[in-house]
Every structure is written in structure tokens, then in C-alpha cells.
């Protein structure tokens, strides 16, 4: 069962030690905050939130980062669980007793509030799971060219209403895209329009400078194009103006089931704020394992 505090007795201090972490990591780099922060929807979208995204490739098997839909995943991102995971392992009553889920979620939580996002008390208790396989990846994890019904459908299948996908979404406030995943919307959309038309004609013309044809499959670009690296409510308010970045932003604007959800929260930073907290905090409960079906990974990257 998760709860708060679930560490109190043998590492009383988990948070302090992992914030500091994640601290020390974010001064090194930006990408930490969004690589962190995906990582975690990443690994709860499949086999719930027990840090199977982090296994490696190993011998006979590939493991889930190895996965198309993964492998845009941030380095920065893993990083910030393997140096926090160091970091908790290096104080002795606390060695080996911290699951790296845990830790993922702990991160997660600290990459939103130094991003100037809202803060909110975690639930731990998690336990790393056995298996991660490239194969169970396929058809868990949303695509940018979904519709609402798709989105979704994706998300209540993890148990998690249109609202709380929405909020989830504002995710997109931080952090930096390829220009592979929306060049249909800027080229060759459809027949009647080269440009996708929900897309506002001037931030369509900046994406087309940023993202040429041809360009470098290594180029990534602000995801928020106003306040890329703080996490506020600018999501919402870009969504308004035409400016989501991907299909499955805009369309949260464009389809009337979704519009009222996106307006509400482009006016209010507190609203959006307890909506997230309220989605994060059902995400970090997905497909939970326990002492039966999980161990405590000495290693994030390995099983035990
Ligand atoms: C609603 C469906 C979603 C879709 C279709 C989607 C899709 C994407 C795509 C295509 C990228 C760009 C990857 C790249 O090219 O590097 C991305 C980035 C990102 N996504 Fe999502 N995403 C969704 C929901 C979420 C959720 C729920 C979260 C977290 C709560 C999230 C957090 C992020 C972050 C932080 C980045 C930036 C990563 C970085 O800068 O390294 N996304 N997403
Ligand atoms: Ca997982
Ligand atoms: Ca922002």
C-alpha cells in the first residue's frame, strides 16, 4: 500500500537526499526537468510505475528503452535516478531499501517545483518490478497525431479520466521536441492545406524555420515557444492561440469536449496546478508492484 512517508523508520531523510540530487543534477542541466519528468509518464504507461523503463538491453533481452516509442526518452532523464539512487545508497541505513520507482517519483515531484511548478507530498512504497521487455511497449504510449477519443481511450486504460489527461498534457509547459514528430502538420499536411490549419500561420512559419525540410534528425525544439522552461500554465494559453505543437495538443482546443477543460486553466494557474497534482498523484498509483512481485533494484539499470 502506498502512503506518505512510507520511509520514515529506515531512511528518515529519502527526500532531503534526493532533492539535493536532483538539485546538483539540474545545475548541470536544463534537459534534467523534462527528461525526468517524461521518464516517469514513460515508465507508468507500461507495467505501471515500477522502473521498468530504466532496465538495459541485456544479452537475449530488449528491454523497454530500447522501443521505438522510447527512444527519444532524454539521457538526462535516467541520469537523475542513477545519481539519486548513489546518492540515497550512500547513507548506510538507507542502502538497497529505496526503490528506484520511488526514486522516479520523488525526482519527478522535484524537477516540477525547481521548473516553478506546484509542490505536493509524494506516495511511496513502490517496489521495482521483474520484467521489461521491448515487446509489451507497442500500442501503451500515446502518439503526437491522436485524437481526443485515442488519448482518451489511452489513458483511461490506466484509469485516468479526460481530465486528468488534460492536465497531464500541461506537461508539454516544459521541455523540447524532435522535428520529426509534427512535420506533418508543417508540410504536406493534406491536399487543401500544405499547413495544418489549426496551427496559427506565424508560430507555423517559425516552426518551418526551426525545422526545414531535411533538417538534422538531432534537432530539438521548445515544446512551449513562450515560457520553455518554466513550468506555468502557458500550455493552456498557447493551446488558445493555435500554438500547441502536436496534433494531440491542439486538438484539446479544437474538439468542443476538451475546449472548456483548456480555457479554464489558460485563466487560472491554481486551477491547472490542483488539477496535475491530482493526475500526478493517480499516475504514480498505476500498476503499483509489491514485496511479492517486485524487489528493490540494487542497480536501476539491472535486475538484481
Ligand atoms: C497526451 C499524450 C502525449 C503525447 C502524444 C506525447 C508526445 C510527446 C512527444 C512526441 C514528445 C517529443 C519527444 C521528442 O521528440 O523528443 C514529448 C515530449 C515530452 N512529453 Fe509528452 N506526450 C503526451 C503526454 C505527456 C505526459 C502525460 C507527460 C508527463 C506528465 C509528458 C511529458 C513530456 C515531456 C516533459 C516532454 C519533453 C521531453 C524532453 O524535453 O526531453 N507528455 N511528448
Ligand atoms: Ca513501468
Ligand atoms: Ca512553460
Known amino acids: 500500500q502506498l502512503k506518505q512517508n512510507y520511509y520514515a523508520n529506515v531512511c528518515p531523510n529519502v527526500e532531503t537526499i534526493v532533492r539535493n540530487a536532483v538539485q546538483a543534477k539540474v545545475r548541470q542541466t536544463f534537459i534534467t526537468i523534462p527528461g525526468t519528468l517524461r521518464l516517469f509518464f514513460h515508465d507508468c504507461f507500461v507495467q505501471g510505475c515500477d522502473a521498468s523503463v530504466m532496465i538495459a538491453s541485456s544479452g537475449s533481452n530488449t528491454a523497454e528503452k530500447d522501443h521505438p516509442d522510447n527512444l ?45 511548478g506546484p509542490s505536493y507530498a509524494v506516495e511511496l512504497g513502490r517496489f521495482d518490478g521483474l520484467s521489461s521487455t521491448a515487446a509489451s511497449v507497442g500500442g501503451k504510449l500515446p502518439k503526437p497525431n491522436m485524437n481526443l477519443d485515442q488519448l482518451n481511450a489511452m489513458f483511461a486504460a490506466n484509469g485516468l479520466t479526460q481530465v486528468d489527461m488534460i492536465a497531464l498534457s500541461g506537461a508539454h509547459t516544459v521541455g523540447f521536441s524532435h522535428c520529426d514528430q509534427f512535420t506533418n502538420r508543417i ?26 525540410k531535411n533538417v538534422d534528425p538531432q534537432i530539438a525544439i521548445n515544446m512551449d515557444p513562450n515560457t520553455p522552461n518554466t513550468f506555468d500554465n502557458m500550455y493552456f494559453k498557447n493551446l488558445q492561440q493555435g500554438k500547441g505543437l502536436f496534433t494531440s495538443d491542439q486538438v484539446l482546443f479544437t474538439d468542443s469536449r476538451s475546449k472548456q477543460t483548456v480555457d479554464s486553466w489558460a485563466s487560472s494557474t491554481k486551477a491547472f496546478n490542483n488539477a496535475f497534482v491530482a493526475a500526478m498523484t493517480k499516475l504514480g498509483r498505476v500498476g503499483v508492484k509489491n514485496a511479492k512481485n517486485g524487489n528493490i533494484r540494487r542497480d536501476c539499470s539491472a535486475f538484481n
Open 187 to 212: 508540410y504536406n499536411f493534406s491536399k487543401q492545406s500544405l499547413v495544418d490549419p489549426t496551427l496559427n500561420p506565424t508560430y507555423a512559419a517559425q516552426l518551418q524555420q526551426q525545422c526545414p
Open 72 to 116: 527519444s526518452l532524454a539521457g538526462d532523464g535516467f541520469d537523475t535516478v542513477i545519481k539519486a539512487k548513489a546518492a540515497v545508497d550512500a547513507v548506510p541505513s538507507c542502502r538497497n531499501k529505496v526503490s528506484c520507482a520511488d526514486i522516479l517519483v520523488m525526482a519527478t515531484r522535484d524537477v516540477v517545483v525547481m521548473a516553478g
